[in-house]
Structure formats: structure tokens, C-alpha cells
């Protein structure tokens, strides 16, 4: 999160006698109003005037009406809602130098100086020409009378900032726009249906997705939901694709699949700048293979629904950002989009992110598009060619990896499981799956390429997973180890994987068996593992919790004023509880790591008793199940519905294990699908690493390792150096990034409480000044 750049200045001060307005323009996307919400909501809390500029540039050049005063009111129950609440319009007016005269006009008349602009790489670019022209607009409103000078003095300057709001992700400069995650739940949602029904007929089915020139959802999609096939844009087939197309559909049936997906982009090309159409794909299946063909179009259901989790807390953070950047520009700062780069908020010059946008879609030399491609865009082709694109070898390396779940279930394990086999056969590996945890060390039986086939969109554990830790059973392991001569372990799992794994790792010095490379892959909806900002299974159950905060909150739409307190899973670990107070716009959020009393309980509980003063009526309170063994559920439950009596009534709800269960979302199955292929090609190398004498021998501290996301990247970090960075008894890393959220959450639940104002986030380039453009060709 960004905050203010100079520590002491008082953050509810800071846009005091200034003024914002906030749009949103060009395609409409799921999660803008998040961004739109938390604008106005911390625009407010800094003492700045809001304006919603309603319908997009066009708004801001009809004036009038179109520019309203935005109230702490005027956003409520906006956060589930999607496309964009204030309206967006593609306007030809403001293309005109006579549109931004008026819109310049109508700015100034309000005094307001800083704009923020939700939109894609179009509307973005406008907002710059907007303040480059703006002193030469100021001029010719004067000159004309429409201004006078001391209304063009109070507004001499024109801040901007941008956030993207695209469903394509496809602005240089951000791993995530707003709307993206949204548009593949929606397309993964549609994927899974399909599924089932082309199983039935054996069918072949072609899908064409949004993208005309990104192929972002594409390419993610054929992660998600293993397809056979993509094409997109930025990496047009070589000539006689279609001889490969046929042969791979053909291999994959007579490996026993009873259907095939093929995933296009709309603006999906080849090598000669034709379009591949889903038509041209279904008669070429059907003529040559004789396959019961389909094909579906998906269309705009892609922008519509409720946004994800992931995108309500991106609006949110972005919204923050922007705000802070917006107040805290100068004459001199060029105007800026706020993003995400890995986990962090970053800002980026505006116009460099445009120029390199319009060199993607510009350029025909497709080697060089590669440059503008986003870091996760690179790294999900690297990760589909690998496991869609290479025939597992004829030579053996003789190595033997076995697989296992440990601790809990959650949703993304078989997705894990899947993506570390194939890479494994790929390498030449022996697989082998470890059924029921660190207890079932026994192994029964080799796991093939085509077992896993369908396991990407499979909730739960289909090894099986227990919690029993491998101590009391080590002279059995490594009896099994020896056994069936096991050179590698990946070990996918919670808290109990991360102990278990050091466990191991301590018995080396008695049992030379269990000197192997292992590897541990966070996978818990609790989010509670040290060496990792994500697990898997953690976006799955944040939106569960959201979606039925939704639900739970809608229910109560024909009541007055009521207050719902809802309990969460997570152990101690107060990630769910935070996350899904931010994306479903919680009054409160009771957790562990943020210790509270009878007094925090009574202010919360006054702050309630205000909010029902106002148009909003609703309250949700939630509570991690371990933030307090006095504070139960129960307590907090009576203590709200006593001190609430004649102005509000209380109901609760404990969502329990239906947060482990259900299909992974898409974040969960490319995130997953990453991990599980990054572990395998880490032990690949470090096997060749320890290989002595004939045999493997592990036994240094860098061979047992959590691959995990750290900030921007997936790192490796060893077991010995975490163990200094965990909380043993309570099971939670010493340090979580995600508790400086919890401000953001506070704030847009209009609490008076003081911003961190220790950090600032720089502005970043896009474009490189070393090494050359033509280096990067080679990354």
C-alpha cells in the first residue's frame, strides 16, 4: 500500500480545500466500483472534496448535472455490483480540442484539480493529452471569458492519475488490470459446464474468449482448465499447425480422454496476419478427425456478474493509491497509473505504459512483441508449453519423485498434483503418488501423465491428505524411501507439510534415507505458511466468504437496520478475515494478530449505532474462530444484540468447512499450475546438484526448500532460515504483509484511525534505460 511520502504529515488534512473527481471510460469492467468506492471514501477521509463524473469523458464534457458531489452514502452496497455504477461511454467529443475546452471548463468552474481515470490504454492516453494541453485550455477559456484569471490561477494545474480497469490485462506495466480475475471466474465458470456435457458425447469443443490484442484470458483459461490447445495473438502457430492440432487431438483421445478444448482469442492470428476463427477450427476437426465438434462464443457474458475477491481488493488498494498519488503530485510529477507488479502497489509513468501498449499492438515482428509482455504473461506461455507442448521423452533419467498431501484439503491441490507429474515425465522422471499424507509413505503405485488429465478443476485431495505429522513414523519412511528408492520429495500442504518437512529434515543426521531435495508447496485456505505471501486454496475460500456475505447481506435487504456477525476459518491466522472484510465491505474484523478488548468492542458497536443513523442499514461484523478464546462468536453475538437493542437486531453465522470445499477458482488453478512445475524443475537441478558417488546425498540447508510468492516472484527459501520466521505455537509466520491492509479496511469503514505514513511507493519506468530493448529479447 502506498501512503504518504513525508512521515508527521496528518493524513485527514492533507486534500483539505482541494478537490477530486473520479470517471470511468472505454469497456466496462468488474471491480470498478471498488475503485470507484474507495476514491471517494479516502478522498473523503483526507478532507478533499469527490465528484463522480458520471458517463465517462462525455460527463465531463456535457457538465452540468453529469458532475455530482460524491457522499460516504453515495457508495454503499457498490462493492458486489459489477460493471460501473456511474456510468462509462466511448466519446468522440472529447477527441476534440473543442470537447476538452468544455470539459476544461467545467473542472475549473467546480475548482477541481486532480481527476482520477479508471479505464483502459484509451482513455488513459486522453487523460494525458488532457493535462498536456491543460495551461494552452486555461488560455483560451480566459481569452474567451468562459474563465476568469483567478479561476485559472486556483487551477494552474491538472493532476492525473490512472488506474486500468480491462477485462484483457492488457496494459504493459501491471501482472493484473481490474476485471481480469472477474472475466476468467466467468469463463471458467462456463469452461467446467462444458466439460461435463462434451464427456458425455465425446465431443471436441472450441471456445473463442475476449482478447483482440491480448490473449491474457486465453492463455490463462487453457492453463485452468488444461486444454489442448490455444491460440492467441502475441504467439501466432508455425505454418502446418493444423497437421500438429490433428495429431494432438488424435494422441489425446487415444490416451483415453473422451473430449478435447481448444481455447481462442477473438483477435487470434497466424504466422501471415490471418484471423483463426472458432468456425474455421470447427470445420477443420470435423472434416479431418470426424469429431462431434461444438463451438461457443462467449461474448460479453465475460464482462458481466459480481466481481471476484480478487478484483474488489485490487479496486480497493488501487483507489487508495491513486488518492495518495493524486495529493501528493506536483507540477513537476508526470501523470501516473497505479498497478500491481507481483503483490506490490506500484506507479508508473502513464505515458510510457501507452507508448509500449500501442508498440504491442503496432509491431509485426512478433519476436519483439515479446518485450511488452507482462512477467506473469511470459511466465504462463513458459508454464502451457511445458506441460501442453512437449512429448514426454523416449530416455529415462532414472530419477523417482514421489508426490503427497499433507494436513487439510483445499481447493488447487489436484491442480498442484497434476501440473508437478507431467512436468516430472516431461523431465524423464519416475512419479510416484503418496496416498494419505506423510502416514501413507507406502507406496502402492507409479501416477501417469493420464490420471491427472482432470484433475486442474477438482476441489479437494484426490491423493487423500491427513494431518499426522512423520515423526512417530520415521524409521517407516525411510525404510519406504530406500524401499522403493525415492531420490525427491514434493510435499503440498499446510502448516502440518511446513512441520512435517522439518521434522524430516532434522532426522537426517539418524537417517541417512531422508538426505533427498524436498520441496514444500503452501497449499491451505488459512494462508498461515511463513515463505509465501499466497497458499493455494486461499483465493477459493475468500470467495466463498464473499459471495455469501453478499447473500447473507441481500437477505436482509426488506429489514431495517441489522447486523450480521459472521465467523471464518483460518486458525489464527486472521488473512481470511481481513481479505473478505475489504471485499465485502465489513464494518469490522476481529483477528489474532491485532489484539482487542471490552473497549474496542463498545466503540465498534457506538460506530454501528451511527452508521444506522444514515441511509445505510446494514452491518457486518466478521470474526477469525481463533482471535480470541474469551471473545467467542457467542460473546461478541450477545454483546452486540444487547448494547444494539431498538436500533438494531443481530444475526450470526458460521460459515465452517464449506471454505475447503468447492471447484478452484482460476487464481488458485494458474497459481497452482505454476507452483507445482517451478517445484519439479527446482528438484530437477538440484538433484543433478547432489548427485555423488553414484547416488543422490542432500543434507544441506538449501535442499529442502517452500517455494513460495514472495512480493513480485516465486522464490525458494530454505526450511532452516523460516523456522527463525515462525510463530510455532500459534502457526502463523512471524511477519504477514496483509496486515497493512487492515488501515484500508478501517477507513472505508469510516473509522477515524491514522494512516501509516512511514512507507511511499516511487514511480517506477517501464521502459528500461539498460540493458537495451534487443537484450531483453532474450529473457
Keep these: 500500500m502506498a501512503n504518504i511520502s513525508t512521515a508527521g504529515v496528518d493524513p485527514t488534512k492533507m486534500g483539505v480545500g482541494r478537490a477530486i473527481a473520479v470517471l470511468t471510460s472505454g469497456g466496462d469492467a468488474q471491480g470498478m466500483n471498488a475503485a470507484v468506492r474507495a476514491t471517494v471514501r479516502v478522498g473523503l477521509y483526507t478532507g478533499a472534496k469527490v465528484f463522480f463524473v458520471h458517463e465517462g469523458y462525455q460527463g465531463l464534457v456535457d457538465g452540468g448535472d453529469h458532475i ?47 481527476l482520477c481515470v ?47 480497469g480491462s477485462i484483457d490485462n492488457d496494459f504493459c506495466g501491471t501482472d493484473m488490470t481490474i476485471g481480469t480475475d472477474s472475466a476468467l471466474h466467468r469463463i471458467i465458470e462456463v469452461v467446467d459446464s462444458i466439460t461435463t456435457t462434451a464427456q458425455s458425447h465425446q465431443r471436441a469443443f472450441i471456445l473463442e474468449v475476449m482478447g483482440r490484442h491480448c490473449g491474457y484470458l486465453a492463455l490463462v483459461t487453457a492453463l485452468a482448465c488444461g486444454a489442448d490447445w490455444v491460440f492467441i495473438p502475441e504467439m501466432p502457430p508455425d505454418d502446418g499447425w493444423e497437421d500438429h492440432l490433428c495429431r494432438r487431438l488424435t ?125 506473469s504473461f511470459e511466465n504462463n506461455w513458459n508454464t502451457y508449453k511445458l506441460l501442453a507442448h512437449v512429448r514426454p521423452p523416449e530416455t529415462k533419467s532414472n530419477i523417482n519423485v514421489a508426490i503427497l498431501n499433507v494436513g487439510a484439503p483445499c481447493a488447487g491441490m489436484n491442480a498442484a498434483v497434476r501440473a508437478a507429474v507431467r512436468i516430472g515425465i516431461i523431465q524423464g522422471h519416475n ?61 503440498i500442504g499446510g502448516f502440518e507439510a511446513f512441520s512435517g518437512a522439518l521434522e524430516m529434515v532434522q532426522g537426517r543426521g539418524k537417517y541417512e534415507e531422508l538426505c533427498i531435495p524436498m520441496v514444500i508447496i503452501p497449499a491451505t485456505v488459512s494462508n498461515n505458511l511463513p515463505g509465501s505471501d499466497f497458499s493455494i486454496g486461499a483465493d477459493t475460500a475468500l470467495n466463498t466468504i464473499t459471495s455469501t456475505c453478499d447473500r447473507i447481506k441481500q437477505s436482509a435487504a426488506g429489514t431495517k437496520r441489522r447486523v450480521f456477525i459472521i465467523e471464518t476459518m483460518g486458525g489464527y491466522c486472521g488473512y481470511l478475515a481481513t481479505m473478505a472484510g475489504l471485499s465485502a465491505g465489513a464494518d469490522a474484523a476481529y483477528i489474532y494478530e491485532e489484539k482487542f478488548g471490552i473497549r474496542d468492542l463498545e466503540r465498534n458497536v457506538e ?173
Design 68 to 114: 455530482r458531489p460524491a457522499t460516504w452514502e453515495s457508495v454503499s452496497m457498490m462493492l458486489q455490483l459489477g460493471g460501473t455504477v456511474i456510468g462509462s461511454a466511448r466519446c468522440k467529443d472529447f477527441q476534440t480540442r473543442e470537447g476538452r475546452l468544455k470539459a476544461a471548463s467545467n473542472l475549473v468552474k467546480l475548482g477541481v484539480t486532480n
Design 607 to 779: 460506530h454501528l449505532t451511527e452508521k444506522m443513523k444514515t441511509t445505510v442499514k446494514r452491518g457486518l461484523i466478521l470474526r477469525n474462530e481463533n482471535c480470541s478464546s474469551n471473545y467467542t462468536t457467542d460473546f461478541i453475538f450477545n454483546l452486540y444484540s444487547e448494547e444494539g437493542k431498538g436500533v438494531f437486531d443481530c444475526r450470526k453465522n458460521v460459515l465452517g468447512h464449506m471454505q475447503q470445499g468447492g471447484t478452484p477458482t482460476p487464481f488458485d488453478r494458474n497459481f497452482a499450475t505454476k507452483m507445482g512445475a517451478k517445484a519439479v524443475l527446482w528438484l530437477t537441478e538440484k538433484l543433478k546438484e547432489c548427485y555423488r558417488h553414484g547416488r543422490i546425498f542432500a543434507n544441506t540447508p538449501d535442499s529442502a526448500c517452500v517455494l513460495g510468492m514472495r512480493k513480485r516472484g516465486l522464490v525458494l527459501q530454505p526450511l532452516a532460515e523460516l523456522k527463525e520466521e515462525t510463530d510455532f505455537e500459534h502457526r502463523i509466520p512471524k511477519n504477514q504483509w496483509w496486515l497493512k491492509l487492515r488501515p484500508i479496511m478501517k477507513i472505508l469503514a469510516k473509522y477515524k484511525i491514522s494512516l501509516d505514513t512511514s512507507e511511499h511507493t516511487l514511480m517506477e519506468h517501464v521502459i528500461s534505460k539498460k540493458p537495451p530493448v534487443h537484450m531483453t529479447l532474450t529473457k
Design 431 to 491: 512419479m510416484l503418488a503418496v496416498h494419505d499424507g506423510f502416514e501413507g509413505l507406502a507406496l502402492e503405485k507409479p501416477i501417469t501423465w493420464n490420471i491427472v488429465g482432470e484433475w486442474t478443476g477438482k476441489g479437494g485431495s484426490e491423493l487423500g491428505t491427513k494431518r499426522v505429522l512423520p515423526g512417530k513414523y520415521m524409521e517407516e519412511i525411510s525404510l519406504n524411501i530406500a524401499k522403493y528408492n525415492i531420490h525427491a520429495l514434493v510435499i
Design 118 to 164: 479508471i479505464g483502459g490504454d484509451g482513455s488513459l492516453t486522453g487523460a494525458n493529452i488532457f493535462r498536456t494541453e491543460w495551461s494552452d485550455l486555461l488560455k483560451d477559456l480566459i481569452s474567451k471569458g468562459k474563465i476568469t484569471k483567478e479561476e485559472a490561477k486556483t487551477s494552474s494545474h491538472l493532476n492525473i492519475v490512472g488506474m486500468v
Design 251 to 375: 494422441e489425446t483421445r487415444k490416451a483415453g480422454s473422451r473430449l478435447n478444448v481448444i481455447i481462442v482469442a477473438e483477435g487470434a492470428i497466424n504466422k501471415a496476419g490471418k484471423p483463426i476463427t472458432c468456425d474455421q477450427l470447427k470445420d477443420l476437426v470435423t472434416k479431418r478427425l470426424g469429431y462431434d465438434t461444438r463451438a461457443t462464443i462467449l461474448g460479453h457474458v465475460q464482462r458481466g456478474g459480481t466481481p471476484s475477491a480478487f478484483d474488489r481488493v485490487l479496486g480497493s488498494r488501487m483507489g487508495v493509491e491513486a488518492v495518495m498519488a493524486l495529493l501528493e503530485a506536483t507540477p513537476e510529477t508526470p501523470a501516473c497509473v497505479v498497478s500491481l507488479s507481483g503483490n506490490q502497489a506500484v506507479r508508473l509513468p502513464l505515458m510510457e505504459c501507452v507508448q509500449v501498449v500501442c508498440i504491442n499492438i503496432t509491431i509485426k515482428c512478433y519476436k519483439l512483441k515479446n518485450i511488452c509482455l507482462c512477467r
